[in-house]
């Protein structure tokens, strides 16, 4: 599976960015997706997850309730709408898929085996 992350951008404090996942290559349907993020000096750290099949999804606690990840399977395209955005948002965003075929959601990044390349986002205060 090949990735490409995009919509990345400079958003002020309270604003919103959405952000989209291209797919290629495998079946990407069967596949479950996750976001993550990584900022200077810090680990790289999940953001969110979607189970193959869209049942699942998952946030961290620091996005919950601004976040949503969706998918769309015949476009093969993951995305998710950042709301009320907040400094500490910023970072590199990166969409990954799933090491094994029709899992569920992980917050493992060990559990992701493809990476796309990243998009930044900054939030100004």
């Known amino acids: 599976v090949q990735l490409q992350a995009s919509g990345g951008g400079l958003v002020q404090a309270g604003g919103s960015l959405r952000l989209s996942c291209a797919a290629s290559?495998?079946?990407?349907?069967?596949?479950?997706m996750g976001w993550f993020r990584q900022s200077p000096g810090k680990e790289r750290e999940f953001v969110a997850g979607?189970?193959?099949?869209?049942?699942?999804?998952y946030y961290a606690d620091s996005v919950k309730g601004r976040f949503t990840i969706s998918r769309d399977n015949a476009k093969n395209m993951m995305y998710v709408q950042m709301d009320s955005l907040k400094p500490e948002d910023t970072a590199v965003y990166y969409c990954?898929?799933?090491?094994?075929?029709?899992?569920?959601?992980?917050?493992?990044?060990?559990?992701?085996?493809?990476w796309g390349q990243g998009t930044q986002v900054t939030v100004s205060s």
């Open positions: 290559g495998r079946s990407f349907r069967n596949y479950a």
């Open positions: 979607i189970s193959w099949n869209t049942i699942s999804t």
């Open positions: 990954a898929a799933s090491r094994s075929v029709f899992s569920g959601t992980s917050y493992d990044r060990n559990d992701y085996a493809y």
